[in-house]
């Protein structure tokens, strides 16, 4: 696959088939992925693995303390306190999107729980990564992640995976750590769910849309 249709096709999979991902193929990711730019090449990340038992545990807790309302515990506000146009109208319409694809009326509260709780049910993919930054690093560090993070979906999708970026499964570390030993001193930025994506299911064939090039590029000559 080449690198523009990797970008250009990659969607959020929200469902996965019944297929293993082994540490090994996840390993290969990384092997990609690690070479993603940072500045002055610090590489400000540290990832961790999940899949197997421990998958499964981290997604029960989790989904058990979400039901139950329990507090989140994210180690910052990913995001704004108070939303403002264009985004917010952009964040409904991705919702509305979404619901839609999985036949689900908008004022069918229970149907949008169920459909909430699969993020932490990693959407049934069979492997998920964790990635955290140090807390002695400034936000330049936070832009190296999320370049990072890009070249792990890129990485993966070269490897035949798909993926979903997940800040859900880093509302709640204190969840989520009592199954792993974390990096110390270091924040949970988010999770990702990674595996082989379901391409017959309906979630996963809606796309977003995105701004014109004329809306986001301005050239001076």
Request: proline content about 6%; hydrophobic content about 40%; aromatic content about 10%.
């Amino acid at each position: 696959m080449d690198v523009l249709t990797a970008i250009s096709e990659r969607i959020s999979t929200r469902a996965f088939l019944d297929k293993p991902v082994s540490a090994a193929l996840l390993a290969e990711v990384i092997e990609v992925a690690r070479w993603a730019p940072s500045g002055t090449n610090c590489q400000p990340w540290q990832v961790v693995g999940v899949t197997g038992k421990t998958l499964t545990a981290i997604s029960e807790d989790l989904i058990a303390h979400v039901s139950s309302g329990g507090a989140e515990s994210a180690h910052y506000n990913y995001y704004p306190p108070e939303w403002h146009e264009p985004y917010l109208q952009r964040r409904r319409t991705c919702g509305y999107m979404l619901y839609e694809a999985q036949g689900i009326a908008r004022d069918d509260k229970p149907a949008r729980m169920k459909s909430m709780l699969q993020n932490f049910n990693f959407f049934g993919a069979p492997a998920g990564l964790f990635f955290y930054v140090p807390n002695v690093m400034d936000k330049g560090s936070w832009v190296d992640m999320g370049m990072f993070i890009q070249s792990v979906m890129l990485a993966a999708r070269g490897l035949g995976l798909e993926t979903c970026p997940q800040f859900a499964l880093a509302m709640y570390p204190d969840v989520v750590e009592k199954h792993f030993t974390p990096p110390e001193d270091h924040s949970l930025v988010s999770g990702l769910s990674i595996g082989f994506g379901d391409p017959d299911t309906a979630v996963n064939k809606y796309r977003t849309e995105r701004l014109a090039v004329d809306e986001i590029l301005t050239c001076y000559d």
